[in-house]
């Protein structure tokens, strides 16, 4: 049986998605839990691999187990074995031929920027501080530019081992309310920082530091070296999946900031 399954996390005391040997892992936590509960050791394939700190409303994963459990009894059964900063929100049965990250058709992305002058202390690892305020409208400009398909080096990290720069960003857009700023961003695919390397760029034009028509130079340039401050990762959820229709998968909204 193939099994696919929401996840929710707090990335802040987590070194990423990836399991490593001797450190916290979101996946760690996970495939040790439900080992417990199909008494059997238990390897899972995420949509999404997510940095250190970097936190997930809409993670979809999925495993295969011989185990008889009702969907109910994997996710409660799960989250019983879980860290508080883990949640199952939903499993369900799938066709043999559902992989969580070759099948995925488009992943979605919030960056959440809280702009004020004093620190944050309740959400202090859940947003990016910001103490100066932004401008939207030149932001919303310059997120215009990157919109399609185009080569995002300037916008990857130096160390990203993606085999081509290519994709293609079917929504960016830049929305305020009160004192927070979201960066929504849909995209088939996302280099290693590339939405943080863009909510930095869109930051220093919001400042006024570049104006909005550096992200298109930015894009031609085809050079990370020129490109803005990577911004840092407690303001990044990724908070959507998209799949074939025939897969049906349940239909999950969370609370971001």
Not at 18 to 33: F, K, P
Not at 172 to 177: K, Q
Not at 196 to 217: F, H, K, Q, S, Y
């Amino acid at each position: 049986m193939r099994i696919a399954v929401g996840v929710e996390y707090d990335g802040s005391r987590f070194r990423g998605w990836q399991a490593q040997t001797d450190t916290r892992t979101v996946q760690g936590v996970v495939e040790a839990a439900l080992s417990k509960v199909a008494d059997h050791p238990v390897r899972v394939i995420c949509a999404g691999r997510t940095d250190t700190g970097v936190h997930a409303t809409g993670q979809v994963i999925h495993f295969d187990s011989q185990a008889s459990r009702s969907m109910r009894s994997w996710v409660l059964g799960t989250n019983a074995n879980l860290p508080p900063d883990v949640s199952l929100l939903w499993a369900t049965e799938v066709a043999p031929g559902f992989h969580a990250r070759f099948r995925a058709t488009a992943r979605s992305y919030r960056y959440v920027i809280l702009q004020r002058f004093t620190r944050p202390a309740l959400l202090r690892q859940r947003v990016c501080w910001h103490h100066r305020r932004l401008e939207l409208a030149p932001m919303r400009v310059a997120a215009m530019h990157l919109l399609g398909e185009h080569d995002f080096t300037s916008f990857r990290a130096l160390a990203c081992q993606a085999k081509h720069p290519v994709r293609t960003v079917e929504r960016l857009e830049v929305g305020g309310s009160g004192d927070f700023i979201h960066i929504d961003v849909t995209a088939n695919g996302f280099l290693h920082h590339m939405v943080r390397n863009i909510a930095g760029v869109l930051m220093a034009i919001g400042e006024g530091e570049r104006a909005p028509d550096w992200t298109r130079d930015l894009l031609h340039a085809r050079d990370r070296t020129v490109g803005g401050v990577t911004a840092p990762p407690g303001g990044l959820y990724l908070v959507g999946v998209r799949y074939p229709e025939e897969f049906d998968l349940p239909a999950v909204s969370a609370a971001v900031p």
